[in-house]
Each structure stands twice: as structure tokens, then as C-alpha cells.
């Protein structure tokens, strides 16, 4: 699948478009009308973003939920599974251990951030004095899992229980296919301040390809959803 726009994110991630629907903001605005039996051929920039608005603002989101848009996210398992609870307007394929040969790759840090005082889950702004130690650590316990994983697969185990050792830091590739309306709503919520950093940074990533996608739907979504 050739990428029709790529964003890279992290260290060794990215987010790929594979494909999406062609003028979606005519499409969110034919599919409203349908009510009345009409359509347009071509968007009307004064009338259908006056449209587009109303039906954000008061919460008439179907039309939202035709348009769609296929991205290959490459992300470490952690965000994963954070992006992966969004499941109403979306589908979702991952690649798996089980078949493919090529090296694992895991995101280290850069920067560590120290624990935030004020709540049980979540981290701080400050950046932890020990920042630079942890991430050699890191690296250090990154390759000893590869080394572990390797000689477990030369020694003839399976690749589904060889694969126990990665950790979760390790990068994973899913071909995920979602709604314009599925798109914003993960975006709303993984771009909380109370989200992981890591998981903001690709809710980011992936608000970035849905505004150049979709401009007037996009934005009428995260202004009034």
C-alpha cells in the first residue's frame, strides 16, 4: 500500500493515508440533504459551510459518518492499545508475530518525565534527574529482550510464544479504517491533557491528515463536538 501522505511521529513511528473518501466535505453535505431528495455537484463554500457548522453544532452527526479514511499507523504497542479502545466507526487490522520475520524496533525515550505528585496515573512536565541513565537502561534492556527473542526462535520455539519476551515498547503496524465522526471522537479524547504524552502526539498526527482531508468538516467537529 503506497502512502498518499506520511507524518512521522515518536522516534521510529509514523501514520501513513492509504486512502479516503474523495471531496468529503460535499459528501457530509449531500448525505444531509438526502432527506430532501437533493444533492450538489459541487461544494458550496458560503452555503455548505454554513451547513457543515449547524449540523456540528447541534449535534446532527450522521452525515459525519460517511466520509472514511484508512490510515497505517506504525506506533509502539502501549499507544496502540490506547488508540485501539476506539472501536464504534472503525476497523482494525494488525500485523502479527506469529508471521512476520522482520527485526522488532522499540521506541526509547528521549526524555523521561518524573511522575506527577497530584494524581495515581499520568506524569509531570519536569523531566526526571536521572532522565539520561533510564534511557541508556532502556536501550540496554531493549536489545537484551531482541537478544532473548532471537535465541528463542534459533532454538526452534514458536514465534507465538517467542514473542512474550518483546516488550511493550516495541513498534507495531495496524491498518485502521475509520469514520470522519469515528476520527474525531478519538482525537477529542486521546488529546486530553490527561491522555499519555505519547498517545497525544498521535491523536495530533492523525488531527493533522483528517484537517487537510476534511477542512470544513474537521473543523466544525473539534470546534463544536
Known amino acids: 500500500m503506497v502512502a498518499i501522505l506520511e507524518v512521522n511521529v515518536l522516534d521510529k513511528g509514523s501514520i501513513d493515508l492509504i486512502s479516503n473518501t474523495d471531496k468529503g466535505d460535499l459528501l457530509v453535505v449531500n448525505a444531509a440533504r438526502c432527506s430532501f431528495d437533493?444533492?450538489?455537484?459541487v461544494y458550496d463554500e458560503k452555503n455548505d459551510t454554513k451547513l457543515i457548522n449547524y449540523l456540528a453544532k447541534h449535534g446532527?452527526?450522521?452525515?459525519?459518518?460517511?466520509p472514511v479514511a484508512t490510515l497505517r499507523i506504525t506506533c509502539p504497542i502501549f499507544v496502540l492499545r490506547q488508540l485501539g479502545k476506539h472501536?464504534?466507526?472503525?476497523?482494525?487490522?494488525?500485523?502479527?508475530?506469529?508471521y512476520i520475520t522482520s527485526t522488532p524496533e522499540f521506541h526509547i525515550p528521549s526524555e523521561w518525565r518524573?511522575?506527577?505528585e497530584n494524581v495515581k496515573q499520568g506524569s509531570s512536565e519536569e523531566i526526571h534527574p536521572f532522565s539520561s541513565t533510564y534511557q541508556h537502561e532502556a536501550k540496554h534492556l531493549s536489545d537484551d529482550a531482541l537478544a532473548h527473542y532471537d535465541l528463542l526462535l534459533k532454538r526452534g520455539?514458536?514465534?507465538e510464544q517467542a514473542r512474550m519476551v518483546l516488550p511493550q515498547s516495541m513498534y507495531t503496524t495496524t491498518?485502521?479504517?475509520g469514520t470522519l465522526l469515528g476520527w474525531s471522537h478519538l482525537y477529542k479524547l486521546r488529546t486530553e491533557e490527561h491522555t499519555q504524552l505519547e498517545t497525544q502526539e498521535y491523536a495530533k498526527a492523525i488531527g493533522k491528515i483528517m484537517g487537510k482531508l476534511f477542512p470544513t468538516s474537521w473543523g466544525a467537529l473539534c470546534k463544536h463536538s
Not at 472501536?87 to 506469529?98: A, D, I, K, M
Open 60 to 66: 446532527h452527526v450522521l452525515p459525519f459518518r460517511h
Open 38 to 41: 437533493k444533492q450538489h455537484e
Open 87 to 98: 472501536q464504534v466507526g472503525f476497523s482494525w487490522s494488525e500485523v502479527s508475530r506469529r
Open 157 to 159: 520455539v514458536c514465534p
Open 175 to 177: 491498518v485502521v479504517t
Open 114 to 116: 518524573q511522575s506527577a
